[in-house]
């Protein structure tokens, strides 16, 4: 099952870079993780109770993920950071299944 799941996922990756290279777009860059792959990194890194400002977990783990500064730099068309994104969306769904907590704003623990 794991390796039709695997091939089903090459496949769709192989077909965004058909449509991207007929369309004339950049090739997408895959080395920014998705969402679902920040969870786990992000929660270890909250696991200490401590408070932290989002954006010093976003920087924490854009070293540990070894993002290029053009990474770390990529926006999404509405202007915001590729990554602060994945991160926020992250930030979220674990707070929505108990397992992050963040009292105000920007802060997370």
């Known amino acids: 099952m794991q390796a039709r799941h695997k091939r089903v996922e090459s496949e769709a990756n192989q077909a965004n870079m058909l449509v991207n ?4 777009f950049e090739a997408i860059n895959m080395a920014i993780p998705d969402y679902q792959t920040v969870m786990l990194p ?3 890194l909250m696991s200490d109770g401590k408070e932290r400002q989002i954006r010093d977990a976003v920087n924490t783990l854009t070293d540990r993920f070894k993002l290029t500064e053009v990474e770390r730099k990529e926006t999404l068309p509405r202007g915001k950071r590729i990554f602060v994104d994945r991160v926020g969306w992250a930030r979220s769904y674990l707070k929505k299944a108990g397992l992050l907590n963040y009292p105000s704003g920007a802060v997370s623990r």
Do not use: E
């Not at 290279?21 to 004339?24: D, F, S, V």
């Open 21 to 24: 290279k007929i369309l004339g």
């Open 42 to 44: 992000l929660l270890r």
